[in-house]
């Protein structure tokens, strides 16, 4: 019973023995100094029981702190944990290798640290060339020097420079160790071939080493008896068309007795023989000729070419041409510009300068409605103005409606139902649909308008006093010589109240601010307005009846002149009327085949066809001027007084956009390529909305 106690005491003592470890907190490392530097290795230990000593390449240094029989040696640190060793005054003697050791005990092995490098790095004497301060050399001659450095640990790197540019050609380089075996000898040989540009050139040799804080260097000037060397100047940098230039020669030689001549792209230019210098005016003929000095003394001849960079305005070479094709073509444009420096070649499309659709001489695309257009190629370089030539791409295809799929409007209103196109070529045909009948051109309910702008057609039309029969879905068609389109617009009746309750209360509003502003100006002017007003009363009475005589006549010419086509190609008004309905009967409104329906004459001049019709800021001021049977013409803007005795009836007058109408039917071409059919709808049910062709 007893010995099973004493046994239970005793294993934890012996479990606590085991986990004594001796082991390295701290190891030393390898490490680089040069000569004559302090240095320490580290060497920290845990849990040390063993005695710890130093090694050098293996060979033990002692274990006391001291270091006895090593002056520079000692371990240094916390007694007990560091056990670093310091070295002062960093020699050859020191490139070794060194171990930090702990010995074994009883119980515990013995421990070593990783061996730790140490490299001295000794700087080497400066260097030497052999041929010294100056080198004299005759042309033609291979020359030979060599650079001597000696005594660095590790040996030195040496480099050869002319005019401080690094020469990299022609170097052989030996190395040796010196006596005491550890620094080294490096000598350099340097050959070059003499040549007459390279008298006055310094030669320089420079010796690295790492033990080194800078590059020790030494230098040797190069003295050669050469033919002449020789240099073009020019007095400008940049040369421009027009300018006077003076170009200069210059040549070194030894000796220096030197004769010139000058030559233009081979011709010799012989009022400057002798001469030092030349003066040219230049044109942009000269740009890229070379111009040639040669220069000569009694060991030989030498010449230099310099060549001209004129800078000139840029010119087309190439312009873009004008292109038609069809979707799906490839388009090639090309533009081709002379100008120095060579120009930046851009192209923008429609005047859009803001976006680049390519860059270079020529641009490829294939045919679309989106990429037909206005390309222009634009050519710019610095210093000039840019140049500019434009092409037109024209698309061939079916027309491309664009409109609004609803409209809204009140029984009693005038309203417009319109349909643009793009069409290329222009279309041949253009027609409406009332609840999927054609409408007819001659109708009195309705107004056709026809207006086109380049590749951009407008048809309207326009119902003056909406009944309710005629609310549902109008189609307008365009047809060209490629194909067709059709868009639907619904229109749909709504209630007017609203519409009346906004006007009114702006009529309102507006009333109110002018009774302000007249009550605030009569109690300012009390004393002077009775005179005032009964001056202007007086004044403006005769001119207003001035201008209202006047008025009746100017509005009739103006009204008349815009009623005569403006080309001689373009048919007149009762022409194309009598061509067009020649045939037309009385009929229904409405009816279920398309009726004869004008056709754009491809040989019109459609210049400032729609330029007119923009006046109108929008569709309700061009529906106002249709509430009168004699309407004015709605895309001419007439600035007369208008007097009530010049507002009459179509009885008795004629439109003045029109000429004679005759009271069946109206097609007429009036200014702004405007064109007018009247036509009317009968039907009772409507078809079924649709969605239309929108683009």
Known sequence: MLFTVVLFISMPKFGDMRSVEQKFVKEPESISVKEGDNFTLSCSVKNKVGVLQWTKDDFGLGTSRSLVGYERYRMVGEEGSTWDLQIDNATLDDDARFQCQ??????????????????????????????????????????????????????????WKRNGELIKDGIEEKVAKMVDGKRSMTVSTLSFPVLAAITGETIECEASNEGLDEMQSVATVLEVEFKPVVQINVDSESIYEGDTVKITCEAKAFPSLVAYQWTIDGQEIKEASGAKELVIDVTRSMNGKVVSCSARNKIGQDFADLMLN???????????????????????????????????????KDGNKSERFGRGTSLSFIMSNETSGFYACEASVSGFSTISAIANVQRQGSPVIVAERWKWSSLGDSVMIACEAESYPLPTEISWKFSGKFIKPDSADFTILETQDGRIVKSMIIIKNVKSEQFGEYECNFQNDIGKASSKINLIETDPLPILIVISAGISGVLLTIVLIVIVMTCKNVSKASESRKTWSETQSKVYDDRCSNASSETTESNTTSSVSSKGSRESPESFSERNFSTAKIQPDIVNSHPPTPIYSHNYDYANQYSDYRQFKSEHNLVDHLQFDNYFNPFTQITVPVCTSSVKSSAGYPSPLYGNIDPAYVTKTGDGGLRTISGSSKEDNLNESSAGTHV
């Open 310 to 348: 004129i800078n000139y305005s840029p010119v087309f070479v190439v312009s873009p041409g004008d292109v038609t094709g069809n979707n799906g073509d490839k388009i090639n444009l090309r533009c081709e510009v002379d100008s120095n420096p060579p120009a930046v070649v851009s192209w923008t």
């Open 102 to 159: 702990v010995g074994a005990t009883e119980r515990l092995g013995p421990i070593r640290s990783n061996y730790a490098s140490v490299e001295v790095l000794a700087s080497p004497q400066p260097p030497v060339i052999t041929a010294g301060p100056k080198m004299v050399l005759r042309e033609g001659e291979i020359a030979l020097v060599q650079c001597i450095s000696k005594g660095g640990k590790p040996a030195s790197v040496i480099s």
